[in-house]
Each structure stands twice: as structure tokens, then as C-alpha cells.
């Protein structure tokens, strides 16, 4: 069931000065440390039938060997508080004491006249902590995804995000204590911040959810919180790696490395080296997969970040042979590997919006090959694949506002093309005389420039999401770039929803998405139904964002990741 907003509340005048903050009002808070209490504040609850809850979840404390960054992973650390608000009232559960949660989870799905709506801070945190102890909540917000996007990419320091300070800010009351997810909660002092976290996470949403309306970002709020139950479920499922594989190919840099007196190719072998070679030792379960953390708010365009370990990053065959092809899927399973062709020119086609490009896919042409015609004075059809793969470069390259003098390295970087000066300033005098709208765009986008200087600039993707530029600090390259990629983000997140549920039916799954790419893992003797599958769901979820343009999907059987 998709996500809705509560209930809405008048939007607070805001905080004018700090003497106007008033501490918390204290809460009746209810201890329950026995299935008996357990079960009696249940059925008043069910009884009360409230429309929204807050709910705080608060980790054990970590064992003093874990790792700094597990510190405060919900995956590594077990859960041991949760703090319920509902009503005049906060429930502590003290789950050590608690030994059958199903009543609270039946509490949460509700039933069809009546599913409560759950408030967190870090729903992603927070799923993902309640994940092992049953509860699943089918309709939940989430004030950190929502103070995120209402911060509208100007990179607002990490402390602003965090519940107090939203409270503070937004509601006029100070928190007791500086309240974070993760944070350990043994101590009986603990227990008035778990009580007031929970307590302020409804009337919280309620103030923020105005402002999402009016700032034209409720579209891509519910998106973000109808996306997580993909993320987690992808992050739990990881991907399968090939260690003994992977090890011979690091021992290979290795033996290369202390052989090779060439400095740059040791540099390079150097980083392989560091960033890679203990994946396997750092990374792998015990059941031979690798459990990456995804982050999908980490991008102001609403790209992917990944990390522990950045599968993003993973070098390419050219780069590092055979390293892609010791990711693998389980046995008697094989990969479907997905990806959207040409996604950021079909995008920009549409925003820009250029005629002469969305001609070019309605018809079925490869927009390289157009430009290609341009650059070389004839026919497409004449056009050879060294033609070819320059306005390659010049498509990619000149979209987001790259000059011809940087467009001479990239060319160089990315196409093994050399260029002079000239050469490069003639590829971009053809690509925009073959595509007048994008020139007519990079026009508008640059009449921003001026005014920058004095006031703020605001550029918004398909769904809305908005990134705004403080006064001084306007970036051309970027106001072209983020509507487009987080455009096409929107699209593929819409995508990672429908195959999450679509999967699950041919016994399949999600396992990685690195930019615009899409990883599935499922069995065998289905391969050919999930490819299809995979490939026209994504199509069409990118259709509800680019509908003027077709889209198209390529999908592929492999079993491993660098099969084509």
C-alpha cells in the first residue's frame, strides 16, 4: 500500500529567536517489560484506533571489537528499545522483555477501514532495525526524508537534519538531549528523550507536510518512502561474489605490481590494490554475498550513493579484467542485467524540449548517427563507426555544457579521440545545430547566470524535486545535469518499486542498481520471463516521467556481471 501523508496541521511561524524554544512537555510514558502489559496496552491501542503513531528505534550498545562504522548499523546491531507515541501517551518496550512481537505488527498492518499511519526519523534506519524482529510497517512517513528534500540540495550541515534541531526549528520545542538513531539506550536517563523523540515525530510531519505541498514535492516525498521496502529488500539480499576468484585477480595485481617498473601502470595497480583487494576480508558473509549499504537521498538529483563496499565504482573490463566477473548469482539461479538506452538524451529531449532529438527516438534513429551526419556533411546511413563514436562524445559530452577546450581531455579520456581546438569547437557547433532545442535550453538555463549573483536559482526535475543554488553560487553544468539524471532517478526508482512486487511472483529478486543499471538474480528455467519482465517494467515506470519520448530497456541473461 503506497504511503499517504497524515493529517495535516497549520504550519508553524517558525523559530524567531531561541528564548522563544520551550523544553518538551513531558509525556505519560507506559514500561513495558512483560507480555502481560504488553498485550493489555495493545488492545487499548487497537481500541483508540489512532491515525498516526511515532516510533523511535534504539540499537544496543555495540561490542567494543565492532567496527567504527557498524557502530550504529541497524544490520550489525540488534534492536532494544522502541519508543511508541499514540496519543497523550508514549509506550516503551523493552524488547529483551518482549519475546513475541507479532501483536504489534498485526497493531501496525491494521486492518482495511483503518491502517495506522508510522511516523520515523530515518525510515530506512529504522525498517531496516525492525526488519529482524518481524514488524513491517505498510504505511509510513518519514521527517528526515522530508526535511531532506525541503532542504533542496544547498548541502545543509548533517546536524540541521537531525530530529532536535528539525524540532526545534520547526516546532518550537527543545528535545531532551540531542536525540540520533542508533543511539544506545540502557540507562533509565535515556528513556525521556526515546519518549520525546517519539512523542514530537507526528506533529513533526504535520508541520513539514505543508510546506512539501506548497514547494511542489509531495509527488517525490511518496516516492521516497514508497521506495524503501526495495532498498531494504535489496540490501538484504546482496550479491553473490566469487572470493577465490576475486582473491586470484588481487594476487594477480600483486605479483604484476612488484614486477612492473612502468610508474603510471604501478600507481594504477597501487589503487587497485587499496580500494579492492580486501573486499572479500571486510565484505563477504558467511554465505559468500556481499551486503552493500544503498543510499538513495545521498545525490542532490536523487541518484544512488553506495557504500561498505561502493559497488558503483567497480572498474570496468578495460580497467581491471575479469574483477566484474566474479560477481555471480546463487546457484541454479542466473542475472538479469538491465539498463536504459541513451536515458540522460531521452530525458533532455523531453525537459528541454527538443523536437529535433525526440524526432530522432520516435523515428527509431540513433542520435549519434545524427549528429555524426551534421558533423560530417552526409547521409546517416553512410556514417562509419570512427564517425560514429565522436558524436558520441559530442552528444555526451556537450549535453551538460562541456566547453570545446574540456571537451578535448574528455574526448581524449573517455574515446581515445585527439582533438585540436578547432575540431573540438566544430563538434559543438554541429551538435547543436543538430539539436536547436537543446541550444535553446543551455540558452534559458544560462539567462540564470546574471541574477545568481544577487538571489537564489531553482531548477526542479519531472517530479518536482528542486535544487536550489544560494546567491554566488550558481553552477551552469549543474542546473543542466541535475534535472536531467534526477529525472531519469525518479523514473528508475519507479521501476526498482514495480520489480521489487513483480519479481517476488517468479520467485526473483533485486540484488544491486548502480546508476542507471539494474541487477535481478532469478531462477533459471525463468530467465527468459524475468528478462522480459524486467526490461518492459522498467520501460514503462520511465514512461510515467518521460512520456513524450519512447524509452527502451535492454536487458540481458548472464551469470555473472560482466557477461554481455
Given amino acids: 500500500m503506497r504511503p499517504q501523508g497524515p493529517p495535516s496541521a497549520p ?11 520551550v523544553p518538551w512537555p513531558t509525556a505519560a510514558t507506559v514500561h513495558l517489560r512483560d507480555g502481560s502489559s504488553f498485550a493489555t496496552a495493545l488492545t487499548e491501542l487497537a481500541a483508540l484506533a489512532p491515525a498516526a503513531l511515532g516510533l523511535v528505534v534504539l540499537l544496543a550498545a555495540p561490542h567494543p571489537d565492532l567496527p567504527r562504522e557498524a557502530a550504529h548499523d541497524p544490520r550489525r546491531l540488534h534492536a532494544e528499545l522502541l519508543a511508541l507515541a499514540a496519543g497523550d501517551r508514549v509506550f516503551i ?22 491502517i495506522p499511519y508510522v511516523v520515523f526519523h530515518d525510515a530506512h534506519f529504522s525498517l531496516a532495525a525492525l526488519q529482524p524482529l518481524g514488524i513491517s510497517p505498510p504505511r509510513f512517513g518519514c521527517t528526515l526524508i522530508a526535511a531532506t528534500l525541503l532542504a533542496e540540495g544547498t548541502g545543509v550541515r548533517h546536524d540541521t537534519l537531525e530530529l532536535a534541531a528539525l524540532a526545534t526549528g520547526h516546532l518550537e520545542r527543545g528535545l531532551p538531549g540531542q536525540v540520533q538513531q542508533g543511539q544506545v539506550s540502557p540507562a533509565i536517563a535515556r528513556y525521556p528523550v526515546a519518549a520525546a523523540a517519539a512523542d514530537c515525530l507526528v506533529p513533526l510531519l504535520r508541520a513539514l507536510t505543508p510546506v512539501l505541498r506548497e514547494r511542489g514535492l509531495s509527488r517525490v516525498y511518496d ?61 563477504v558473509a558467511d554465505d559468500g554475498r556481499m551486503r552493500p549499504h544503498l543510499h538513495p537521498l545521498a ?15 567497480v572498474p570496468a573490463e578495460h580497467t581491471a579484467p575479469g574483477l566484474r566477473g566474479c560477481f555471480v548469482p546463487a546457484p541454479g539461479n542466473v542475472l538479469i542485467i538491465a539498463d536504459y538506452a541513451q536515458i540522460e538524451l531521452r530525458v533532455a529531449a523531453q525537459l528541454a524540449p527538443c523536437a529535433a532529438l525526440r524526432r530522432v527516438f520516435q523515428e527509431g534513429r540513433d542520435p549519434h548517427r545524427a549528429t555524426a551526419a551534421t558533423l560530417a556533411g552526409k547521409p546517416e546511413s553512410e556514417i562509419s563507426s570512427h564517425e560514429r563514436k565522436l558524436a558520441k562524445a559530442v552528444n ?43 541550444a535553446a535550453w543551455h540558452r534559458k ?7 545568481s549573483h544577487r538571489e537564489d536559482t531553482l531548477v526542479h526535475t519531472a517530479l518536482g524535486r528542486r535544487k536550489r543554488f544560494p546567491a554566488g553560487h550558481f553552477s551552469f553544468n549543474a542546473a543542466l545535469n541535475i534535472p536531467v539524471q534526477g529525472t531519469a532517478a525518479e523514473g528508475f526508482k519507479r521501476a526498482m518499486i514495480d520489480l521489487h512486487a513483480a519479481l ?49 530497456a535492454e536487458a540481458h541473461i548472464a551469470r555473472s556481471w560482466s557477461d554481455e
Avoid at 13 to 19: H, L, N
Avoid at 419 to 433: E, I, N, P, V
Fill in 11 to 21: 504550519t508553524p511561524t517558525g523559530r524567531d529567536s531561541a528564548a522563544s524554544v
Fill in 93 to 114: 518496550l523493552h524488547l529483551a522483555c518482549l519475546h513475541d512481537l507479532r501483536p504489534l505488527q498485526a497493531l501496525l498492518a491494521g486492518t482495511d477501514q483503518s
Fill in 223 to 283: 516516492l521516497e518512502c514508497r521506495l524503501l521496502p526495495a532498498v531494504l529488500a535489496m540490501e538484504a539480499a546482496g550479491v553473490g561474489l566469487d572470493v577465490a576468484g576475486f582473491n586470484r585477480i588481487a594476487q594477480g595485481w600483486q605479483r604484476e605490481r612488484d614486477t612492473n617498473p612502468a610508474p603510471e601502470r604501478v600507481a594504477q595497480l597501487d589503487k587497485l590494490l587499496s580500494t579492492y583487494a580486501n573486499w572479500p576480508r571486510d565484505f
Fill in 299 to 313: 545525490t542532490d538529483s536523487g541518484r544512488f550513493a553506495c557504500s561498505q563496499p561502493n559497488l558503483q565504482q
Fill in 396 to 438: 555526451f559530452g556537450f549535453l551538460f555544457g562541456m566547453g570545446a577546450r574540456r571537451f578535448q581531455d574528455y574526448a581524449l579520456a573517455s574515446y581515445g579521440l585527439e582533438l585540436d581546438h578547432t575540431a573540438a569547437q566544430a563538434a559543438r557547433d554541429a551538435f547543436f545545430a543538430t539539436f536547436p532545442g537543446i
Fill in 445 to 451: 538555463i544560462g539567462d540564470l547566470g546574471p541574477r
Fill in 504 to 552: 517476488a511472483v517468479l520467485g526473483g529478486r533485486g540484488v544491486l542498481c548502480v546508476h542507471d543499471e539494474y541487477l535481478a538474480e532469478v531462477p533459471e528455467d525463468r530467465a527468459e520471463v524475468a528478462r522480459v519482465l524486467v526490461s518492459r517494467t522498467m520501460e514503462a515506470a520511465m514512461a510515467t516521467v518521460v512520456p513524450g519520448v519512447p524509452i527502451v
